[in-house]
């Protein structure tokens, strides 16, 4: 019987044969934290007696305040500084960027296996590892001894068919599979993502497919790597780091789910669940006005995004009644975003720009809403108080349908403008 993604980095990692169900001691390549897990990290590696990290890839990010917004943070985030100071571990501080972009930007290869005290670390997935997020003692033991214990899991095959029409993105496609698959339809399993339209996407759009994979419960999503990872990979100047990473014809999978991407429209998660999903089409009925609109995050806020949003508003311009607020994933792309005026372009619009990072999407600082308020953003999730006031509605959707919304301050079909 053949293996499939997961199974055969686990069996490479742990020296033997190892299938789905196996309990597992594997080494790890990268280890992560973030600002809101990190100190606990720190605080229960110290209680077991570790001095050093024992992953050549460990890394602490400060990126969900980022800047601090309160005195409480700073300390916290002074902590993460002198850990850093004091061991092996590589310290990303504010305004580098989102800790998952960074990964996949700089430490991240295919076949890796890779664990972060941050539920989206599966982004790396689609760069053909295993990652996923887990705990602060967990991550703190994977700090500490270079390796974690796993139960390899179950993985479910999600075959994406056909072509993405105009106007329709991965975003929309993701959520689609969120809306088949439900919330815990996943739960503990790795989801493999392959298909014609996945081997079309540019390895911006595999992020957004892998990013959001923990929201129907799964551990992590993968994507066969090719020659798209190898440009992706050459372009950070990591191109050695490229191999092959695929599953066998014969694997054996939970079960398989197959999407149609050219049957789909822009679709939209609507309050208070991710897999709460209806087509933009239906929602545009319902005349659903917005009060702010968010484009960015570890889904959305690659640079591929802001072009998407930025050609619709350019041409017809931001409703006065809308806040438009932008933040690039990382400082790479703000950099490039920069240099080819997009930013500019967004400014001049009368968007807000902040620094990368997490802040509005969970809620700390930089776009928390209102009582009653609304707003349409390109995170991924939209669980009540996500966003800083549970007395708010957020709406989840692509950079395209994000900036429809801007134009026209509601709910509107991104097509209408494409």
Known sequence: MGKTMTEKIFSEHVGRDVKAGDMVISKIDVAMVQDGTGPLMIEEFKKMGFKDVNVKRALLVIDHASPSPRKELSNSQKLMREFARSTSAYLHDIGEGICHQILVEKYVKPGDIVVGADSHTCTSGALGAFATGMGSTDVAIAFGLGKIWFKVPETIKVIIEGELMVGVYPKDVILEIMRILGSD???????????????????DDRFTLSNMAVEAG???????????????LESSGRGSDFRKIFPDPDASYEKVVKVNASRLEPMV?????????????ELEKENIKIDQIFIGTCTNGRLNDLTTALKILEKNGKSPNVRLIVSPASKNILNRALKEGIIEKFVELGAVIIPPGCGPCVGIHQGVLGDNEKVLSTQ???FKGRMGNP????????????????????????????
């Open 185 to 203: 339809g996943a739960t503990y399993k790795a989801i493999e993502f392959v298909g014609e339209c996945v081997e079309s996407m540019g390895q």
């Open 218 to 232: 799964a551990k992590t999503g993968l994507i066969p790597t090719d020659e798209t990872t190898k440009k992706f």
């Open 269 to 281: 998660s609507v309050p208070h669940q991710v897999d709460n999903v209806k087509p933009v089409s």
């Open 380 to 382: 991924n999730r939209n």
């Open 391 to 418: 007395n708010a509605e957020i709406f989840l959707a692509s950079p395209a349908t994000a900036a429809a919304a801007a134009v026209t301050g509601k709910i509107t079909d991104p097509r209408r403008f494409l």
